[in-house]
């Protein structure tokens, strides 16, 4: 009888702890997405009444296409939802001053992150820097954080910047891929206009031809390359970049305007081996 009182009790113990296990603790709601779960926290802009923690996919800002995300925390700790900031990255020159290519700000599923996109056009130095300045609202007052943003020189050519043959000034940028592979690979990018030197502006409907060649392989290109071309939805450029073999290779590129008129380019051939504006690429 003892045997069997027991059994009994050693059943209803474990069961019961069978049951804690699995209990699930409800997630805490100021608890950010975890869409950063991933991504590298870079920099703190600070205030008396509110901390910004920005974060990117590296561990570094470089010249040309920046994913950004950042949070903005009240000083009790409570993240702000809501806020509607908009931002403004400025590079301060010794003689001028201008800014770049950036895209409005995003706040996916309400939450407290948001996440938008800078192109740098040029790197940090010595007495030359960038800084970013973020203006948001809190419980219906307006607030302003800013601070100096390191940029450095990416190891390749991401970004492009040209006066067009109809004399104005463009950007263009390449946002994938960041990691190639040896095959057919998605190619996006984005194209601006400057004008002025504060404020560019998106340019749709153009086209931007492709030439992958790899220098040290004689020059070769490769098949079954598709132009990019604007995607109405989200007006970033799609095309598609074929890679026959790991090593480095030069992206040359055209940019041609909505009426199919190069402005500003050169077509691979006899003597012309590489293009006056191109990316970079090396896996």
């Known amino acids: 009888m003892k045997s069997i009182y027991f059994m009994f009790t050693l059943m209803c113990s474990t069961a019961l702890v069978s049951c804690k296990k699995d209990k699930v603790t409800p997630e805490d709601p100021t608890k950010p997405a ?46 702000v939802s809501g806020a509607t900031p908009t931002w403004n990255p400025v590079m301060h020159m010794t003689s001028m001053s201008h800014a770049c290519p950036y895209s409005s700000l995003g706040n996916p599923n309400s939450s407290a992150i948001y996440e938008g996109f800078i ?44 006066t067009g043959t109809d004399t104005k000034k463009y950007v263009v940028a390449m946002v994938e891929p960041t990691k190639p592979i040896t095959g057919v690979n998605d190619i996006k990018a984005v194209v601006y206009q400057m004008e002025n030197m504060m404020t560019f502006t998106r340019v749709d409907d153009y086209s931007i031809k492709i030439d992958p060649r790899m220098p040290s392989m004689g020059n070769h290109t490769s098949p079954n390359n598709v132009n990019l071309t604007q995607n109405a939805s989200d007006k970033y450029y799609y095309g598609k970049l074929t890679l026959t073999m790991s090593g480095y290779w030069k992206i040359n590129l055209q940019l041609l305007n909505d009426l199919g008129t ?22």
């Not at 509110?50 to 920046?66: C, L, R, S, V």
């Not at 994913?67 to 700790?77: L, M, P, S, T, W």
């Not at 056009?121 to 010595?126: C, F, L, S, V």
């Not at 050169?266 to 590489?274: A, K, L, M, P």
């Open 262 to 283: 190069v402005l500003k380019g050169d077509e691979i051939s006899g003597s012309t081996t590489e293009s006056s504006i191109y990316f970079e690429l090396e896996y």
């Open 119 to 162: 192109v740098f056009t040029m790197a940090t130095n010595g007495s030359e820097y960038w800084s970013l300045g973020i203006t948001y609202t809190d419980y219906g007052t307006q607030y302003t954080a800013s601070g100096t943003v390191v940029v450095e020189n990416s190891a390749k050519v991401r970004v492009t910047t040209f």
């Open 34 to 79: 975890s869409i950063l779960d991933d991504k590298i926290k870079i920099q703190t802009l600070s205030k008396s009444t509110h901390t910004i923690d920005i974060y990117a996919d590296n561990n570094k800002f470089e010249t040309g296409y920046n994913k950004v995300y950042f949070q903005i925390k009240r000083a009790n700790g409570e993240f």
